[in-house]
């Protein structure tokens, strides 16, 4: 079982930064890959960025030369680093963790922090 918490959402204004954090805790050593995902008022939740236990990562194209996503591996905590923010980009931002344990592949989900940029 993992939980995850993020922090790290709030109010900026076009143009601003913002760098969310996701811990986990309870049993990390099962977290495999990780990532980010938005979803918009009325809009399905969407890929952001996500990042493998080796530290390769894959980002959406609206994101690209903005996010970057990193891991701290001895943790497995995480962070999306959002730079040059848009109003699009406006949202709640859900941490994910993929985990493997007692042969069962699980999708585990944050409870998700609020992004909201003004223009």
């Known amino acids: 079982q993992v939980q995850l918490v993020e922090s790290g959402g709030g109010l900026v204004q076009a143009g601003g930064s913002l760098r969310l954090s996701c811990a986990p805790s309870g049993s990390i050593f099962s977290i495999n890959d990780m990532g980010w995902y938005r979803q918009a008022p009325g809009e399905q939740r969407d890929l952001v960025a996500t990042i493998t236990s080796g530290g390769s990562t894959k980002y959406a194209d609206s994101v690209k030369g903005r996010f970057t996503i990193s891991r701290e591996n001895a943790k497995n905590t995480l962070y999306l680093q959002m730079n040059s923010l848009k109003p699009e980009d406006t949202g709640v931002y859900y941490c994910?963790?993929?985990?493997?344990?007692?042969?069962?592949?699980?999708?585990?989900w944050g409870q998700g922090t609020q992004v909201t940029v003004s223009s």
């Open positions: 994910y963790a993929k985990t493997y344990y007692a042969l069962t592949w699980k999708d585990n």
